[in-house]
């Protein structure tokens, strides 16, 4: 059984940093492609960024391009999500997805997705 466990969220003041992990089990994690999404109240999911089952490919959205860092750790089982500069605007639950498919993961069709994590950030 897939599971993706996701912590690190939390309140932060703008400007701050976090550092979100998913913690993956019940599939080969080096074979998925993985992938953060976010949502806030009154809006749609988005893709924040992704990362290919290897690391050498990464995609960010282009809101946060130059302030979020992708990355996975192979050995753990686990990907990281490193938030710079954190702004109000960045307020949401943040949610971690895999998929065999780096297509899938990227067009908001992964085969399973975590429970979530609330990153709230004041201003």
């Given at each position: 059984q897939v599971q993706l466990v996701e912590s690190g969220g939390g309140l932060v003041q703008a400007g701050g940093s976090l550092r979100l992990s998913c913690a993956a089990s019940g599939f080969i994690f080096s074979f998925n492609a993985m992938g953060w999404y976010r949502q806030a109240p009154g809006y749609q999911r988005e893709?924040?960024?992704?990362?290919?089952?290897?690391?050498?490919?990464?995609?960010?959205?282009?809101?946060?391009?130059?302030?979020?860092?992708?990355?996975?750790?192979?050995?753990?089982?686990?990907?990281?999500?490193?938030?710079?500069?954190?702004?109000?605007?960045?307020?949401?639950?943040?949610?971690?997805?895999?998929?065999?498919?780096?297509l899938d993961v990227t067009t908001a069709r992964p085969s399973n997705w975590g429970q979530g994590t609330q990153v709230t950030v004041s201003s």
């Open positions: 893709l924040v960024a992704a990362i290919s089952n290897g690391g050498r490919s990464t995609r960010y959205a282009d809101s946060v391009e130059g302030r979020f860092t992708i990355s996975r750790d192979n050995a753990k089982n686990t990907v990281y999500l490193l938030m710079n500069s954190l702004k109000p605007e960045d307020t949401a639950v943040y949610y971690c997805v895999t998929a065999r498919s780096w």
